[in-house]
């Protein structure tokens, strides 16, 4: 038995218990699953055992969950009050995520992993940490790829603290899922542009973070640090022991401004290509401190057009791949209900809507399912993140679809 003493502000009144609950001497107080009413049982529990404890050795995993969500808090400089008041609810338990026989992904965890990778990386573990994310990523990219834009698309459009590491993951899953359905590329050139596309900002990974967060204009050094941080992530990545020459020369290229055909292009300017198109759609919609994000309509169209302002090959293949209205996108109905793009359709302008408030602007309660190839419930725009007036947990957006 190993007993963790727990806060009992963490205790979710009203919630079932996603753990043992035991007391300072080991003493059962309460079974998983048992739900405390009130503070007042909650006071009776705390003078039976002591003090609230957990086993790990039971309830591993949901106190892992809550060490993690800490971890996470603490990152993004949380105040210490909600730090405190911190609820661990039995969503957190893994059994609870299997969604009709899939297990899906614990995006704010795989947040919490990019971030401590990219932003300090370890040459005697990097390999195995970054291969352990890239594959985690790419299963999920081939198993659930509407799933996985969803999570990332509606993170990215809210992410400022954890800005790099979410942007990174949403490129390197855009690029996969392009790749490998529109583009059709071999699966070996699959995995080394999601390799190239998670490790490109590498070399000013914190410093991404911390302009997100920024209200003044970039300093010189900041200035120079962002023009050369792709030469300098080429080099980083060498240093940690990576060897291939497409992932290093994608990574190294990925901000040339080189407009044309695919075709008459290397395989690796290939990749840089595709990637630059992803980057730029991912970092027209993320927000800044200093200023609000551009619509997902806007931030297609800027991958979709090249330097000259023609049509940009890898461009189209990404607004043809993801939609018009990608998975995580907020559109307005010809109904006048606001919905969130759950997964992709038929074309790219009719994905499956799950609609979150009424023509009245009032929340419908339960997200209700709309077909907008159907002439009522045709999309007539997008929505603004901000202007959303509710904002649902991922795990429920994700089970939706």
Known sequence: MNLVSLNIESIQLGHPLPFVLRGADGVLLAQKGYVIRSREELAKLVARGRQLCVDTDESGGSHRA???QLQRMLIADTNLGEIAAMKMTAAED????????????????????????LRSPSPSDFGGRFQSLHEELSRHCEQTPDATLLALIYLSAQETRMYSGTHSM???????VVAREMLRWPESRVQQLGHAALSMNIAMTELQDQLAQQTHPLT?????AVENHAARSEAMLRGLGVADPLWLEAVRCHHHRIPGPLAKKTEAQQMARLLQRADIFGARMAPRASRLPMPVTAAMQASYYDEEHQVDEAGAALVKTLGVYPPGAFVRLASQEVGVVIRRGATATTPKVAVVTNREGMPTGEP??????MPPWKITGVVAFKDVRVKLPLDRLLSLG
């Open 220 to 224: 010189a050094d900041q200035i120079s």
């Open 94 to 117: 893994s059994a609870a995520r299997a969604r009709a026989g899939r297990v899906l992904a614990d995006w704010p965890e795989l947040q919490l992993r990019a971030t401590q990778l």
């Open 368 to 373: 209700i399912p709309r077909d907008t190839g």
């Open 66 to 68: 809550y060490l993690a």
């Open 170 to 176: 949403l490129v390197s899953c855009v690029c996969m």
